[in-house]
């Protein structure tokens, strides 16, 4: 089956500084990956989409400047909270497609901003 | 606008009872529906999915789901809940195509009573 990787599973930063989060898919080529973020006991926010090789597509609302995206290969795409503030503290989830296996969720990522 | 609405937030049923989730979308057409499960901490696991044909769908772990065009509802359903099944669902529609962006429900946390 359809698996997605996502690293690291929390990360604790500083405010100010930037954080990196990887999603991965591990046997499958992933034509579109999606970012999602969930506040505690809400649901999940579709953040931005992107396919491979070209920008990403934000969300109304997302900063494009703060949450950059890359997906730079079918089986790689990374979100990077820049200048990361305790608001932004959250649980970030990815989400990859591939034509015969539909949507595959990473496991998220716990970041916590202090 | 498009949206998927899930009234119940939080649903208590003893264990060996029956369970019903409802899930209603707002769309046009008819979409792509999904029923996910999420434990605390954790990423969403696939329980379902309807694209075409019967609309009676069976999912994983016992659950399934029937899509209802003239109520616009996708509603799911177990009949006899374990205690293992305690944990958050959303309800989730694909817009326009099996390939687009998923958006969820606000979920429905689901407790079981010994």
């Known amino acids: 089956g359809a698996v997605v990787s996502q690293h690291p599973s929390w990360v604790i930063c500083k405010s100010g500084t930037s954080v990196k989060i990887e999603c991965r898919s591990l046997?499958?080529?992933?034509?579109?990956m999606f970012w999602y973020r969930q506040f505690p006991k809400q649901s999940l926010m579709l953040m931005a989409t992107?396919?491979?090789?070209?920008?990403?597509?934000?969300e109304q609302g997302v900063e494009k400047d703060k949450f950059l995206i890359n997906h730079a290969s079918l089986t790689l795409s990374t979100l990077t909270v820049t200048s990361a503030h305790p608001e932004d503290s959250s649980f970030y989830i990815c989400?990859?497609?591939?034509?015969?296996?539909?949507?595959?969720f990473g496991s998220g990522t716990r970041l916590t901003v202090v | 606008a498009q949206s998927v609405t899930q009234p119940d937030i939080h649903i208590t049923v003893s264990e060996g009872a029956s369970l019903e989730l409802r899930c209603n979308y707002s769309?046009?057409?008819?979409?792509?529906l999904f029923w996910y499960v999420q434990s605390p901490g954790q990423g969403l696991q696939l329980l379902l999915k309807?694209?075409?044909?019967?609309?009676l769908v069976q999912g994983i772990k016992g659950f399934e789901a029937e899509f209802k065009r003239s109520q616009s509802s996708f509603n799911l359903r177990k009949p006899s809940v374990h205690w293992s099944d305690a944990a958050e669902y959303f309800c989730?529609?694909?817009?326009?195509?099996?390939?687009?962006?998923?958006?969820f429900g606000s979920g429905t946390r689901l407790s079981i009573r010994p």
């Open positions: 046997d499958f080529q992933a034509t579109t």
């Open positions: 309807y694209f075409s044909g019967d609309t």
């Open positions: 989400s990859a497609r591939a034509t015969n296996y539909g949507y595959t």
């Open positions: 769309y046009g057409a008819t979409p792509y």
């Open positions: 989730a529609v694909a817009l326009y195509s099996s390939a687009s962006k998923i958006i």
């Open positions: 992107s396919n491979e090789g070209s920008k990403a597509t934000y």
